[in-house]
């Protein structure tokens, strides 16, 4: 029996998704070595989704069918007396407090204490005298009850997803009293049937309460993954989020690990020399996510293979990168490639030429990549004409930061070494006022301009997952040797799990 512990369905099925039981699931005597995310959920977090989650308890209780009851029993003098109830609903619900326990046997012990609430419904009853009096009635009644609530969710695995258990349910009734019509009917009437249905009641509310809540447990856990698979997931780029090791339960936080391998067209990274361990991760932050190297390095591999390192500028933003300064000497060298075409008729192509290599240092995320730019001029009527082309060699270190919900990438060191250049305006590539201002160009503005446009299409990516309907405090992003931590303190967007309730319950 599962006594203490603090009910918040929110807190449990974003748990869920988090953890599974360790017994149902084999991972191998190395598990961390296939190690490519981890999640950790600290206790503050719990707590704050517990206050967030009343009305999901309430949605449960709200959701519960409850059937007909009905029952009889013979009465001296009076004959046998039959009764049934029906039409019953819960109105008038509230709950004065919850909590939540974390324990280390990989259950979430939960309580909600002290829950009132009124079922209305018909009485209908009927009963034949001794002299063949017979009377049948039926009356509106109002059941009071107050009522301890007491959960032991049980998490098990499933094809390395997480199945919750929330079957082991206990009801406490302080509480159950029994109205008929306003109290007209006489007193031993009430007294007769309040003592023919309270146990009868009792066992009902219990299996229906429990029964629903675990289905509000189901419901919310399929909810939470698929949001989560969705969320990592980028038409054929997915991540493989399924469980890689067993969970680690404290008292004071949970923590999930996820295998994080990269899925692209039916191919599949391999990972097997993983550097996590939980002393990487604390406690002092409310929520805790770690990426390895190889999980980041392989998406930008898979978005390499699906062609959207690719950046094409035009108009003002064409405008504003090759005029980052106004001198004489830039003026001259924009005049020489652009030939006197407007930015509006030409375009810049900026792509990768070669998979980029991925290195996280503690000073930022290092990327070395072949970049080719290529600007064309478009006169009307005729065919484009490639007026620059480069290839060069990059190196760039970049500190990402989230903040005002957006992905915000800043590079903070970078060099560039020229492979191929074709210019019209400087065949022999010796002119050294072109080359100056190229060089400082790509170095000033064009690799800001690309950082910021990968940020941009990946904050507007996280939107569409919305991630920005999420109140995310303070977050941090820090980079060490081979992985990365995200570390935040959140509030939660609990009507989104009441808007899925109300559509799927």
Known sequence: MCWAGRMMLGTFSTLLVLVHAAAACDFGPFPYR?????????????????????????????????????GERSMRLL?????????????????????????????????????????????TYGYAGAWFLQLFHS???????????????????????????????YLTFHKLTLHLQGDKQPGWLKQLFTDF?????????????????????????????????????????????SLASDPVIKASYIESHHKGLVLYRNTSSVLS????????????????????????????????????????LTGEKLQELFEME??????????????????????????????????LQPEGTVVRSLVAVEVSILPAGEEPLVALYMEKEITVTIQAAYAEKKLILQPVDS??????????????????????????????????????????????????????????INPEIITRKGYVIAQLDFGFPNHLLLNFLEKSL
């Open 415 to 472: 060099s560039i070494e020229i492979k191929v250049f074709k210019c019209t305006a400087d065949p022999s590539g010796k002119d050294p006022s072109i080359q100056s201002f190229l060089q400082n160009m790509i170095l000033v503005a064009g690799i800001p301009e690309v950082t910021s446009s990968i940020g941009s299409a990946l904050t507007s990516l996280m939107n569409s997952k919305r991630l920005n309907l999420f109140d995310i």
């Open 326 to 359: 106004d001198s004489e000497a830039q003026r001259k060298a924009v005049q020489m490639i652009f030939q006197g075409t407007s930015y509006n008729d030409s375009v810049a192509k900026v792509w990768s030429l070669t998979q980029p290599q991925i290195s």
């Open 79 to 123: 004959g046998r007396v039959a009764y049934g109830l029906t039409n019953i609903q819960v109105n008038d619900l509230s709950l004065e407090r919850s909590e939540v326990e974390l324990k280390e046997d990989n259950t979430i012990h939960i309580a909600i204490k002290n829950v009132t609430a009124v079922f209305k419904g018909t009485l």
């Open 139 to 169: 009356v509106d009644f109002e059941i009071e009850s107050s009522i301890d609530l007491q959960l032991c969710i049980k998490l098990t695995c499933q094809k390395d997803q997480v199945v919750p258990d929330a079957s082991d349910c």
């Open 197 to 241: 249905i309270s146990f009868t009641l009792k066992l009902v509310l219990k299996r229906e309460v429990c029964k629903e809540i675990n289905a509000v447990a189901q419901t919310l856990t399929n909810f939470i993954l698929d949001l989560a698979a969705n969320f990592v997931r980028d038409n054929d780029i997915i991540v493989d989020i």
């Open 34 to 70: 296939a190690t490519g995310i981890v999640c950790r959920m600290t206790k503050p977090a719990a707590l704050l989704l517990n206050q967030e989650m009343a009305q999901v308890i309430q949605a449960a209780f709200r959701n519960a069918k409850f059937p007909n009851i009905t």
């Open 273 to 312: 020399d993983s550097v996590f361990s939980p002393s990487l991760l604390t406690e002092s932050r409310m929520l805790y996510f770690w990426f390895s190297e190889h999980s980041l390095s392989s998406l930008t591999a898979a978005a390499f293979l699906d062609g959207q390192l690719v950046l094409n």
